[in-house]
DNA sequence: CAGCAGATGCGCT
DNA sequence: GCGCATCTGCTGA
């Protein structure tokens, strides 16, 4: 059994969404499943800032959809995407300034049942949450947990730091599915991970030239 | 293994 | 309408 879990604070997700990135890394994210707590320890995840950030939701200003995003640090902005996916996000930085750390993929350390039989089409385990899409489904998240605040032990999804990941343990690129802003190495990952998602290659192939 | 098309809904131009 | 911070299953080597 664990013997403190340590939530992470609102202070420690005040910061840039690069630097908040690389802290995020190795720390848990937990929900209520069916049949008791389902924890994910993240292993990749992506920054996003805000009008100065080409790939980010905020880039073109607050939208009802975006709102979380410019709101105070310590939310969660879930965003439906692809017409059936759900991705997650942790809001950083300070209040009326948006940025947002993405949940990319991250291995599941509390609740494996339950989360295989949320995900019946993942082959192994390491492939529950790899991927952003698949990691929300582990989650059970949906546009209905878009907000909750993750620093309130309360809350139905919750924040808990984890073992820090070594600086040389987390390598980094350019975020995936983005077209834009390639220069911006803002995808961070544990690299002895096998969870990590695969990379592909910058822009998703459009339909005949 | 790699590569790709289809699914499917919503926000914004 | 178009374009998505995607996943899955099918194809061919």
Redesign the pocket.
Known sequence: MELTRRMLTEQELAVDPVVAAKLLLGCVMEVDGPEGPIGVRLVEV?A?RGGDDP????Y?GR????DV?FGPPGFL?V???????Y?A?IVCLTDGVPG?V?L?AGEVVTGVESARLR?R??RSDV?LA??????T?VLGLSRENNGVHLLDPASPVRLFAGDPVPPEQIHAGP?????TAMDRPWRFWVDDSPAV??CR?G?????RP
């Open positions: 992506e996003y790939a980010s939701h905020c073109r939208t009802p959809r975006n995003m902005y965003y439906f995407v692809y017409g059936m996916h991705c996000n947002a993405l990319r995900r089409a993942a492939e790899k991927g952003p899409a698949k990691l489904t975020r995936v599915g983005v077209a998602s695969t290659r822009g998703r192939r459009r339909t």
